[in-house]
Every structure is written in structure tokens, then in C-alpha cells.
């Protein structure tokens, strides 16, 4: 069963810092593409960052740029995302998710993913 499972995610002032974590399981991250997703209060799922296997292209959405960094250790099937400064806007569920055959791009800004993780809240308020 292919499953992803996050951790990391709580209460944070504007300004803070967290650190996501998703491990997988059921299968190696090796030959997939890893991304992390945010889904604000009443809004749709948005793609935040992808990252590809290989090299490692990134795409990140522009209101995180500079903020937020994803990174991938396959060894441990588990994908990162370290996000300092953050904001109110930031505030959601994140969810990650992997994908195949596809583009770090395509997969965050069309959402075309295969495993989805169940999500964890992280709140930004002061």
C-alpha cells in the first residue's frame, strides 16, 4: 500500500519558523517526484514546492520564493519542506504527495499526483 504519512506541522508566530516532514512507505521515492501542497481555510489544494528525483529541479510558488525550501533524502523516503518567516497566509493544511512522469511545475500547479498524504495544520497567529 502506497502511503505517505506527514509530521512537523503546529502552532507558529508570524515571523517563525517549522519544518515539515513526509516519510513514505509501500514504495521508494527514487523514481518519483515529491511535493508539498497547502490548503488554506476555504480555499482550493495549491501547489507551495516540487522537487524531481535525479538532479533535484524545484519549483517553488512565488509567494514562498525565498522563504521556503523543499528538500529529499530517498535513502530515509522522506521529503523535507523547512519554511522560516512565516506569515498569516501561510496559515493551512499541507499535505504531500508524489507523482511520475511528470514536470516539478506540472505537478504543483495542476496537482497531477498519485499518493496523497492525510495532511498536518500549521497555524500562523500571533
Known amino acids: 500500500q502506497l502511503r505517505l504519512v506527514e509530521s512537523g506541522g503546529g502552532v507558529v508566530q508570524p515571523g517563525g519558523s517549522l519544518t515539515l516532514a513526509c516519510e513514505a512507505s509501500?514504495?521508494?521515492?527514487?523514481?518519483?517526484?515529491l511535493g508539498w501542497f497547502q490548503q488554506a481555510p476555504g480555499q482550493d489544494r495549491e501547489g507551495i514546492s516540487c522537487?524531481?528525483?535525479?538532479?533535484?529541479?524545484?519549483y517553488y510558488r512565488g509567494s514562498v520564493k525565498g522563504r521556503f525550501t523543499i528538500s529529499r533524502e530517498d535513502a530515509k523516503n522522506t521529503v523535507y519542506l523547512e519554511m522560516k518567516n512565516l506569515k498569516p497566509d501561510d496559515t493551512g493544511v499541507y499535505y504531500c504527495a508524489a507523482g511520475q512522469f511528470e514536470t516539478v511545475e506540472s505537478m504543483c500547479v495542476y496537482l497531477r499526483t498519485k499518493v496523497w498524504g492525510q495532511g498536518t495544520q500549521v497555524t500562523v497567529s500571533s
Open positions: 509501500g514504495f521508494s521515492t527514487t523514481n518519483y517526484l
Open positions: 522537487i524531481s528525483g535525479g538532479v533535484g529541479h524545484k
